[in-house]
């Protein structure tokens, strides 16, 4: 055994006997083991909220568009949105391009290339969960991210206490709005 992997060893036996003498170990491995619960990516295409998976573009390929990121509702497992984009020679860059309030703003809005698609990468209490829409796949309109089934829910941009309502009124959890229009730059 060289000396770099006798060192690693030790410190992981260190961490694991530390953890066992406060009692973290049992929590350490549930969390490890949990499964990570991601919102569901929904298109409104003008009568109901479907799967974005199941979008096919409008024909027109989207190569710039104008991105609306909008929280509305109460806090959701989503504390973030990073854009990540492909640079010429395959390298990839991330930006921040939204935090969920209250660190950041409930509505951003910024441009982006999407000619190789949309890669967003959503920051979780857990982790991070990569979504990807090609450009055959992406579409101008309204999605939303919401960790439930919007089954019964429509789109009313209008309503007063956000736009995704039934007939009790608006949805009240947390949910993200993200408005795609094709840009005119």
Known sequence: MD???RRQFLKGAAAVAGATAIGALPQLAQAATRSKIVPA?????????????????TGLVLEQVQIEIESRGG??????????????????????????????AAKVRFEADVRAG??????????????????RELSDG??????????GFSLDENAEDGPVVNGQGSLRRGYVILRISRSWT
């Open 3 to 5: 000396n770099i992997a």
């Open 41 to 57: 990516l929904l298109f409104w295409d003008g009568t109901r909220f479907v799967p974005a998976r199941s979008v096919t573009g």
């Open 75 to 104: 806090p959701t497992q989503l504390r973030g949105i990073d854009q990540v984009v492909q640079l010429p020679g395959g390298e990839h860059a991330t930006f921040m391009a939204w935090t969920a309030p209250p660190s950041g």
């Open 118 to 135: 949309l890669h967003l990468r959503l920051q979780l209490i857990d982790g991070s969960h990569d979504l990807s829409m090609s450009p």
């Open 142 to 151: 309204v999605y939303v991210l919401t960790f439930g089934n919007l089954r």
